[in-house]
């Protein structure tokens, strides 16, 4: 039932920040007036802590929730990441796990040992069993990173998720490092990619329940698995489901993803577990497609009127999404939409076309003196490696 650790709470709004309550970021903020130069921008890297973007009192603000093992129906269960407005969002993902009689089947494994061993310690205090089954959702750092400490469990995923975590095998360091929230001590670190592999329609009848993988992409990845338990009405969606935190299209298929979020609208469902965000259910799923669709529709006009997605993101309002948490992956989703639009989508992440967003985002922002919108490039580019 952890709440947030306080120190990730950002407590400056930014007319604070900008009546000085942040010197350095003052200053390198007036280091971007003077000078607006890509080089210079680069400098935004070290820029921390990173005040959010001015909410809009016109619309509701993101609720408060925590982190917690919350049991949906029996047997079934929910592992939650903490949110809250005003802190800044850290890319940690849900998870799930149904109980069986010998074992635990679980979905997704977070980010990293904290989350990951709280999560396993949590179910077995809750169950006193352990896991023997776990599907990963997606290949996303976030959901399979966590993979190594399920160790005596086999681990399932769609086959171009399997492909990917093959894929980063090699890049990923030998020894995590520590980080808030994902990881307190250097210890060895292996990413572990799913040694069986399925395509749709898996069910597993466990302890009485039901729970059917469906495949759903493509539309957040390629490989999108859910897993609908049809007795209790509950929908674990993956990252196909981002409620109250802006989502994130990083490998998407954007319209797609959308039509997805339409199918299961008809879909008998009363609890959705998304990816990142509070539980909630079908109203939320409908809001983050909505998301997708104003955005389509503004990022569209200015596509057609041939400007660049950092400076379509400049300029673009959402209304009531403005206030979900991480506003800066919309640079991400305007990259993507225009791939789609161009003709030249592919499932991966395209890091430069993003960078170059960003800068050129950024350069806008400190030109208009709007410092709480300028986001650190590092932030991006940490999306290409530990992406959500
Ligand atoms: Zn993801």
């Not at 160790?151 to 360091?173: M, Q």
Request: glycine share 10%.
């Amino acid at each position: 039932m952890d709440k947030p650790p306080d120190s990730d709470r950002v407590g400056l709004s930014r007319r604070g920040v900008l009546q000085g309550g942040a010197g350095t970021l003052l200053g390198a903020a007036a280091m971007l007036w003077g000078e607006g130069g890509v080089a210079r921008l680069r400098a935004q890297d070290s820029i921390e802590p990173t005040p959010l973007p001015a909410t809009d009192p016109r619309y509701p603000m993101p609720p408060t929730w925590s982190r917690e093992l919350r049991k949906l129906a029996p047997n079934v269960y929910a592992y939650t990441q903490g949110g809250a407005p005003n802190v800044r969002f850290r890319g940690i993902s849900n998870a799930g796990m149904i109980a069986g009689d010998d074992y635990l089947l679980g979905i997704d494994a977070t980010q990293g040992p904290i989350p990951a061993k709280a999560f396993i310690a949590a179910a077995k205090q809750a169950t006193g069993k352990d896991f023997g089954r776990l599907v990963n959702t997606h290949h996303h750092g976030d959901h399979v990173n966590g993979n190594q400490f399920f160790t005596h469990a086999e681990i399932l995923g769609h086959p171009y998720c399997r492909a990917e975590v093959v894929k980063a095998v090699a890049s990923t360091p030998k020894m995590w490092s520590p980080t808030p929230g994902v990881a307190d001590v250097a210890e060895e670190r292996r990413l572990v990619p799913p040694s069986v592999t399925f395509k749709d329609d898996l069910t597993y009848f466990i302890g009485g329940t039901e729970v059917q993988f469906r495949f759903a992409g493509p539309a957040h990845t390629w490989g999108d698995m859910m897993a609908y338990l049809p007795q209790h009405k509950i929908l674990f969606t993956g990252d196909v489901g981002f409620f109250w935190v802006a989502p994130l299209a990083n490998n998407s298929y954007i319209s797609k993803w959308v039509e997805t979020c339409d199918k299961i609208a008809g879909w008998d469902v009363d609890v959705i577990v998304p990816g990142h965000g509070p539980i909630g259910g079908k109203k939320d799923l409908a809001a983050m497609a909505d998301y997708f669709r104003v955005l389509g529709v503004e990022a569209r006009k200015r596509y057609d009127a041939k400007m660049t997605p950092g400076a379509a993101c400049a300029e673009i309002h959402l209304g009531r999404f403005d206030n979900w948490i991480s506003p800066e992956h919309l640079l991400a989703n305007v990259v993507r939409y225009y791939a789609e639009w161009d003709n030249t989508l592919t499932p991966d992440y395209d890091a430069a076309a993003v960078r170059e967003a960003t800068i050129e985002y950024n350069q806008i922002k400190a030109g208009a003196r709007k410092t709480g919108e300028i986001v650190p490039l590092r932030r991006m580019e940490e999306m290409a490696k530990e992406a959500c």
